[in-house]
């Protein structure tokens, strides 16, 4: 069963706008959450953390929301780019999880002209 | 910057064949891991190592084994292959267990 979900198997938004990525999970033990990017044909590539000790990081454009208690988070990319059109994944881990990350299924994003 | 390399982009290979998958890091991490990306179920880990010599079974390990007999080394294993393992493999490495994971370009393997 997946641990970490992300309902929204797809978004398009237009260049400008705001892009709002969400991601639950069922695990309470997670503490610690990342997001990746991937393009077609390459490997993930890291984007932003946050810890639970945190309830929001931000890092440019790019800001994720953590909310514990609803075991939700996500990731807000304003402005959105064309460059930006990729798959996302949010992974979350437990801290005496030896290091391994859970995966959700990914969001395709597309950003229109 | 971290580089992570797999041998290959593609693979075809046949119902039974022994496959080997080879991951290369060039930044001295102690961690490496094998995930397969399947539509719908994201990355799932099969295998990671914490040092050479060293293994852990992930979420989906049957079917695979690993081997690790350098740091920047790290197998994947496909005793026999069958159909079922059609997918996008991708090898990763971290500095540390719970830090950010650095992903190779993915080998996309078909078996017929």
């Known amino acids: 069963d997946q641990q970490v979900k992300q309902n929204s198997p797809s978004l398009s938004v237009q260049e400008g706008r705001i892009s709002i990525l969400n991601c639950d999970y069922t695990?309470?033990?997670?503490?610690?959450f990342l997001w990746y990017k991937k393009y077609p044909a390459e490997g993930p590539t890291f984007l932003i953390s946050?810890?639970?000790?945190?309830d929001k990081n931000e890092d440019g454009r790019f800001t994720v929301f953590l909310n514990k208690s609803a075991k939700h988070l996500s990731l807000h990319i304003v402005p959105s780019q064309p460059g930006d059109s990729a798959v996302y994944f949010c992974?979350?881990?437990?801290?005496?999880?030896?290091?391994?990350?859970?995966f959700g299924a990914g969001t395709q994003v597309v950003v229109t002209p | 910057d971290v580089k992570v390399t797999q041998s290959s982009r593609y693979l075809v290979k046949r119902t039974g064949e022994k496959v080997f998958l080879e991951c290369v890091q060039d930044?001295?991490?102690?961690?490496m891991f094998w995930y397969r990306q399947d539509p719908g179920l994201g990355l799932r880990l099969i295998y990671f190592?914490?040092?050479?010599?060293?293994?852990e079974k992930g979420d989906i390990p049957e079917g695979y084994s690993v081997s690790r007999e350098k740091k920047e080394r790290f197998s994947l294993i496909l005793e026999s292959a069958s159909t079922n393992q059609t997918s996008m493999y991708l090898c990763?490495?971290?500095?540390?267990?719970?830090?950010?994971?650095?992903f190779g370009p993915g080998t996309r393997l078909t078996v017929l």
């Open positions: 946050i810890s639970s000790i945190k």
């Open positions: 695990n309470s033990m997670f503490d610690y």
């Open positions: 930044m001295d991490h102690e961690n």
């Open positions: 190592s914490y040092d050479v010599k060293m293994k």
């Open positions: 992974a979350a881990s437990a801290a005496d999880s030896w290091g391994k990350f859970q």
């Open positions: 990763a490495s971290s500095s540390r267990p719970r830090y950010t994971q650095y």
